[in-house]
């Protein structure tokens, strides 16, 4: 009988070789010599966070050319917010079974698990309820943990069964019985056969479901308790599988539901235009005919004329006041299903729009990790753009048809295109607020309040928000730090950076007062430029910093942000002098020590 860690090796390994083998690497034989030169984690990190390495040790011989491939694989995931703990690079190249399965299941919370939710819950409550409401119309089957509940083989072939009001089942065949009845005739199974369901289950869902079969049926039949880690990280792969099932059916659903509406707009509308035309032709016809006809003078004439409007009235007029009347009907009806084809979309982009922005405020972790996430994320803001045009489409209709308010939606075109633009423009800033934080935390050489200050004097004079500095921008916010250009060197200075970096964008303006700071500037030489400037006051003006010919931005950033020396003047400030500040403690909190 296996023990649980020789179980746990075997069903971590294959979890493994199943995203090595989708990326058409060889599969692993052994957890222990595998890993152990750090090449086959690299590969399995750079997978899972769908992320390049860079540069590793191929082929590595030495022990330090290993300890290197897994230090850069253990240093990857901790930046992605995974804690391992007492686990390094000796500990894998020796093999020590022990901490690697700990680091894999780490690995495996993290990657297959952790987004798991149900009802409120995550991970592995969220699946073990999920669990629980798959298999709950099945009475015989109880899934109470995931250990213990799927011995019997039975769970998993009703997790795959529509539910049918059924009286009788059990819990491995279960899951797939759930979803899938065509795969297992369940009522023939025989419910006592532990092994023989198990290996069923394993075998339709590989097959049919793209599941790998992680566990053999002696891990599930043959031992007194199943190893929980082993069997979650299995259960995990049909909760995957299987949501990607009910997503693509409720996408179906939902195009096959519209199809039909707009496929019925299109039959009435042809309809109603056919029936117009001949009403109206018919009618025009008539017209002419009587307005051909000449009177004789006669009687007989008269009153033949006379017998054929009253057969008019009684027979096609009426026929004809009938058509319109259904005509008029037919069009109410055309109308009303415009509002709510226009109503569908419409709310279908709200509700896309609400969740896009509830998930892009979830957002958390390793900056990397949310930097990536949110740029899958903006690329799912194209088919609303999409879906927006569309809405546009159906808006125009409905002003066609002389529709104008909607009984069916509060929203309109203007309202969720204002709502889009809205969501681009937050995507957009996070994307450079994450960017910034990245270069702000690999400035190692800048102490936090400096980076505060650069920061908050680049956000200041980047006006439009473009994460970009102009010439005059720039000049403006280098001089509100006390580094002043002449415009020719300004315009240099710029047009290199835009050379180095494409555009003065902050990572371009932090590593040029990077160089600045290091090279040009101590805080002594700034402390003299300003007494300079206040004649050799212990504070500055606002009036000096004006008579300095600072330009109006940067005397507007500096008395926005200098402390005020109300020690030297009572309020800091005066009429004559406008604010006064203390320009002492602003350089010692710009350069004090990390």
Request: glycine fraction near 4%.
């Amino acid at each position: 009988m296996a023990t649980p860690d020789e179980i746990q090796e075997k069903t971590f390994c294959k979890w493994l070789n199943a995203k090595l083998e989708a990326h058409g690497y060889p599969p692993m034989n052994s957890l222990l010599t595998d890993l152990a030169d750090g090449v086959r984690l690299i590969q399995l990190m750079e997978i899972m966070g769908d992320v390049s390495l860079g540069k590793y040790n191929k082929v590595p011989r030495m022990r330090v050319q290993k300890a290197e491939n897994v230090n850069k694989a253990l240093e990857f995931i901790s930046s992605r917010g995974v804690k391992l703990t007492n686990i390094g690079p000796e500990d894998i190249i020796d093999g020590n079974l022990k901490l690697i399965l700990g680091m894999i299941w780490t690995l495996v919370l993290r990657f297959t698990i952790a987004d798991i939710t149900e009802e409120g819950l995550s991970a592995k409550e969220g699946l073990l309820l999920w669990c629980q409401r798959k298999t709950a119309p099945y009475r015989e089957v109880d899934v109470q943990d995931f250990s213990y509940s799927w011995r019997d083989g039975l769970a998993l072939e009703v997790l795959s069964y529509p539910y049918t009001s059924r009286a009788d089942s059990d819990t491995r065949c279960a899951l797939i019985h759930r979803h899938r009845p065509d795969l297992i005739d369940y009522d023939a199974l025989d419910k006592g056969d532990r092994y023989g369901n198990t290996q069923l289950a394993f075998e339709v869902a590989e097959r049919h479901l793209g599941i790998p079969q992680l566990l053999e049926v002696d891990d599930l039949c043959a031992v007194d308790k199943p190893d929980e880690r082993s069997v979650m990280t299995y259960i995990a792969s049909y909760f995957h599988a299987f949501s990607s099932m009910d997503q693509a059916e409720t996408v179906s659903r939902r195009v096959e539901k519209f199809a039909d509406l707009m496929q019925s707009v299109w039959i009435s509308r042809n309809d109603y235009e056919k029936r117009v035309q001949v009403l109206l032709e018919n009618m025009r016809t008539q017209v002419v005919s009587w307005a051909s006809a000449s009177f004789d003078g006669t009687y007989q004439y008269a009153k033949s004329q006379s017998v054929l409007f009253t057969e008019y009235k009684s027979t096609t007029k009426r026929d004809w006041v009938t058509e319109r009347q259904d005509l008029v009907s037919l069009f109410d009806s055309i109308k009303d299903k415009l509002q709510k084809r226009f109503a569908e979309l419409a709310d279908g982009l709200e509700l896309q729009l609400r969740q896009f922005s509830s998930d892009l405020a979830a957002i958390e972790g390793p900056l990397e990790e949310q930097q990536s996430r949110i740029k899958v994320m903006a690329e799912e803001l194209r088919p609303m753009e999409k879906l927006l045009e569309a809405i546009s489409t159906a808006e125009q209709d409905c002003l066609d048809a002389n529709v104008e308010e909607n009984d069916y939606t509060i929203f309109s075109r203007q309202d969720l295109e204002f709502e889009l633009e809205l969501v681009q423009q937050a995507v957009a800033k996070r994307i450079l607020f994450i960017e910034n934080q990245i270069v702000s935390r690999n400035m190692t050489n800048l102490t936090p309040a400096q980076l505060e200050q650069f920061e908050s004097t680049f956000r200041y004079f980047d006006k439009d928000e473009t994460n970009t500095l102009s010439v005059s921008e720039l000049a403006a916010a280098l001089a509100s730090l006390g580094i002043v250009y002449s415009e020719e060197d300004i315009d240099v200075i710029h047009q290199q950076l835009e050379e180095e970096y494409g555009s003065t964008s902050f990572e371009a303006f932090i590593n040029l007062l990077v160089d600045i700071t290091e090279d040009q500037t101590s805080a002594e030489q700034l402390r003299e430029a300003f007494r300079g400037i206040a004649q050799e006051k212990n504070f500055v003006t606002e009036v000096d910093l004006q008579l300095a010919q600072l330009s109006d931005g940067c005397v507007r950033f500096l008395t926005q942000h200098m402390p005020l020396a109300r020690d030297q003047i009572d309020g800091g400030s005066n009429e004559e002098m406008g604010a006064v500040l203390d320009y002492e403690r602003w350089l010692d909190e710009a350069f004090q020590s990390p």
